[in-house]
Nanobody, 120 residues
């Protein structure tokens, strides 16, 4: 079992920056990928970014590419999402997720989410 917990959400003006953190605990030795997802009011949850835990290979959705940066600190079992040039459409609950196994596997372990609100 892997446990993940997000932190760092808040209220920020458009054009501002925010850094989210996700701390993993439990069976972290088997983690292969960690990712960020978000869900805005009335919308489906969507993929934001992901990183391979060992190689650090990054992947981003087109909507955040060039503005968000995902990273991880393996020694601290922590993943980060640096969000710059935030827009009102980035307002959502952001979820951290982890999985074991190859890329095609679904994410099994999810956090409770942290609210990010961008004021225009």
């Amino acid at each position: 079992q892997v446990y993940v917990q997000e932190s760092g959400g808040g209220l920020v003006p458009a054009g501002g920056s925010l850094r989210l953190s996700c701390a993993a605990s439990g069976g972290t030795g088997g983690i292969s990928f960690m990712g960020w997802f978000r869900q805005a009011p009335g919308k489906e949850r969507e993929f934001v970014a992901a990183i391979s835990w060992r190689g650090g290979i990054e992947d981003y959705s087109d909507s955040v590419k060039g503005r968000f940066t995902i990273s991880r600190d393996r020694a601290r079992n922590t993943m980060f999402l640096q969000m710059d040039n935030l827009k009102s459409e980035d307002t959502a609950v952001y979820f951290c997720a982890a999985k074991r196994g190859p890329p095609e596997y679904v994410y099994d372990y999810w956090g409770q989410g942290t609210q990010v609100t961008v004021s225009s």
